[in-house]
C-alpha cells in the first residue's frame, strides 16, 4: 500500500484587496494567492460559493475592487513541497549575471538559449523559479510574455502587480515593440516585408507544441527587414505584431527561409552549411523591446546582446563572405 501524501489544512482567512490587485479577476486572484492548490478546486469553492467578496456570493470573472474582503473557505490540499532550487547552481546563478535593467517596478534579463521561461513538462525550474530563489525577498515576480527555451535575448518581469497589468495592456494594444534576430536559409526576398498567415497549435500527447499554418488558426502577422546578406544565409529582423507560439519561426519556414538550427520548423541541409561557424543552438535572439515604462511613462528601450555562439556565427560568415568577394 501506497502512504496517504501528507495532507495540510488552510485555515479561513481574509484578505483586503489594495490597489495593486483592483481590477485583477477573483479566480486569476485565488490561484496566484493560493498557491499548490489545484485549479479545479479553486472553481469548486467559487462555484459552491464557499468563496465570498463582501460577505456575498461571487462569479468567476468577477473583477475585485479596492477595499473588497475576500472570504477564503478552509483547504484541505496534499502538501507537495515545491523542490528548493539552489542559488548555487550555475544556470540560475548566471541569471543573476544575464539581468540588464532593474527598478523598482520591473526587471529585464538577456535569457540565455537553452532556459526555459518556468518550470514544468519535466523541467524542474525555469527563468520565473531562479529569480524567485534568487529575491526570497521579492513579493512579486511575475513574467510579462514569454519567449522560446532555445530562443535568447530581452525577458521583461514585472516587480508589481500594477505594472504587470499596465504591460499587459501595451501588449494587448500593439504598443509594445520586440525586434528579433534571425538566420534564415537562403537569400531572404527584399520585398518580403510581412507575413500574414493564421496559426493553429497543437498539443501532442507528449505535451510538445507544435505549430503550423492553417486557414483555422489565429491571424497571425510579423513585420520583416533584411540586416546583412550571407553566401547560403541571411540575417533578418523580425518584428511580431501578434505574439502566437512559435511565430517567427513557422512565418520563416512558411516562406521557405526556416532559421537556422530549428529542431522542429528547421532544415538539416542549411544546418550542414553552418557547421563550420560552431553553431549549436537556434538562432533566433530578442535583441530589443521598445515600450512605455509603466510609472514613469517615459517611452523604454532595452538592448540585449548577442551571446558569443551567435556572434562567432556571423563573425564567420563575414570572413567567408569576404574571401568570396576577393576571389
Keep these: 500500500m501506497h502512504a496517504n501524501a501528507p495532507q495540510k489544512k488552510l485555515n479561513v482567512t481574509f484578505v483586503t484587496i489594495s490597489e495593486e490587485n483592483a481590477t485583477q479577476r477573483i479566480d ?4 496566484t494567492h493560493l498557491k499548490g492548490v489545484p485549479k479545479s478546486m479553486i472553481y469548486r469553492i467559487l462555484r459552491k460559493g464557499e468563496v465570498r467578496v463582501n460577505k456575498k456570493r461571487i462569479k468567476p470573472e468577477y473583477k475585485l475592487n479596492i477595499g473588497d474582503e475576500i472570504r477564503i473557505p478552509p483547504i484541505r490540499v496534499s502538501e507537495k513541497p515545491a523542490p528548493e532550487i539552489s542559488t548555487k547552481l550555475n544556470k540560475v546563478a548566471d541569471l543573476e549575471k544575464a539581468i540588464i535593467y532593474e527598478d523598482e517596478v520591473i526587471l529585464a534579463i538577456n ?7 518556468h518550470g514544468g513538462s519535466g523541467l524542474s525550474f525555469g527563468v520565473i523559479e531562479g529569480l524567485r530563489a534568487l529575491r526570497p525577498e521579492a513579493k ?8 522560446d527555451r532555445e530562443t535568447s535575448g530581452v525577458l521583461l518581469i514585472a516587480k508589481k502587480r500594477s505594472a504587470l497589468k499596465a504591460l499587459h495592456e501595451q501588449l494587448r494594444l500593439k504598443q509594445m515593440t520586440k525586434n528579433y534576430l534571425a538566420l534564415v536559409k537562403g537569400s531572404w526576398p527584399s520585398e518580403c516585408k510581412v507575413v500574414q498567415a493564421p496559426l493553429l497549435k497543437n498539443v501532442l500527447k507528449s505535451g510538445e507544441r507544435v505549430v503550423k499554418v492553417d486557414k483555422n488558426g489565429k491571424p497571425s502577422e510579423t513585420r520583416f527587414k533584411v540586416e546583412e546578406r550571407f553566401e547560403c544565409a541571411t540575417l533578418i529582423k523580425a518584428s511580431p505584431v501578434t505574439g502566437r507560439t512559435h511565430q517567427i519561426r513557422v512565418h520563416t519556414q512558411y516562406t521557405g527561409h526556416p532559421i537556422a538550427f530549428d529542431d522542429r520548423y528547421g532544415c538539416h ?5 553552418l557547421n563550420k561557424t560552431e553553431l549549436n543552438r537556434l538562432f533566433l535572439h530578442a535583441a530589443n523591446v521598445k515600450f512605455i515604462h509603466p510609472k514613469s511613462l517615459e517611452p523604454m528601450q532595452l538592448q540585449a546582446p548577442m551571446d558569443e555562439t551567435l556572434q562567432t556565427c556571423l563573425a564567420l560568415l563575414r570572413k567567408d563572405k569576404h574571401q568570396q568577394s576577393k576571389s
Design 111 to 117: 535569457k540565455p538559449s537553452g532556459i526555459a521561461v
Design 269 to 273: 541541409q542549411f544546418d550542414a552549411l
Design 140 to 147: 512579486f515576480l511575475e513574467l510579462v510574455h514569454r519567449i
Design 28 to 31: 486569476n486572484f485565488l490561484i
